[in-house]
């Protein structure tokens, strides 16, 4: 059974500093990676995705991905108060669409 | 690009009524929609993978005659939840595969629908 993994949290980091979520996944066949943010009652919104080993960054967001390690991370520089809200990470086999969702990690981003 | 919309966005019911909740992709067509639910605090669940043209394919444990999935065209899928008991309260949300060209060939997700049973 295909299993995504993510420290539940809470993370806690003071205003401006960088967060850091972590994702391991159990698939090794595994070949896309997403992140989505999720706020409180609301529907998941994607940030950023990746498939190539290494670093991938937009804006204030970088994927990290190892897929030997089988781990994907995401750091957030500079965090904001609006950054709070549960990352999921998400993870899509290669011989179809459906996307296996971690649990979640719930961000705090204190001013 | 890559819209999606649900309604309605929130529902009171009945017990032992049936609830329709409606699924569209606005600016894109979506061959491939799917159909989630999430409990407080909990992550998002598969139910389903709603395909345009053919019959929906359910996630072990889903039962396929009380969660009704029709995708009747490249821009709508819908979920029925029938007989709705207490239980099947819940968030329901649906994402749409995005697979145009030059796309990230991934899932959007519309905003949810919260389902309320009494």
């Known amino acids: 059974q295909k299993e995504v993994e993510q420290n539940s949290g809470p993370l806690s980091v003071p205003e401006g500093a960088i967060a850091s979520l972590n994702c391991t996944y159990s698939?090794?066949?595994?070949?896309?990676f997403f992140w989505y943010r999720q706020y409180s009652g609301k529907s998941p919104e994607l940030i950023m995705f990746i498939y190539s080993n290494g670093d991938k960054e937009d804006g204030r967001f970088t994927a990290q991905l190892n897929k030997a390690s089988q781990y994907v991370s995401l750091l957030i520089r500079d965090s904001q108060p609006s950054d709070s809200a549960t990352y999921l990470c998400a993870v899509r086999g290669g011989s179809n669409y459906k996307l296996t969702f971690g649990k979640g990690t719930l961000l705090t981003v204190n001013p | 690009g890559a819209v999606v919309s649900q309604h309605p966005s929130w529902v009171i019911c009945k017990s032992g009524t049936s609830v329709k909740i409606e699924c569209r992709s606005l600016d894109f067509q979506a061959t491939t929609m799917f159909w989630y639910r999430q409990f407080p605090k909990q992550s998002l669940m598969l139910m389903a993978t709603s395909n345009e043209g053919s019959k929906a394919t359910y996630e072990q444990g889903v039962e396929k005659d009380k969660f009704l999935i029709n995708h009747a065209s490249l821009t709508l899928s819908t979920l029925t939840v029938t007989s709705a008991h207490p239980e099947d309260s819940s968030f329901y949300i649906c994402?749409?595969?995005?697979?145009?060209?030059?796309?990230?060939?991934?899932?959007?997700f519309g905003p949810g629908t919260r389902l309320t049973v009494l």
């Open positions: 994402s749409a595969r995005d697979h145009r060209k030059g796309s990230t060939d991934t899932q959007y």
């Open positions: 698939d090794r066949g595994s070949q896309s």
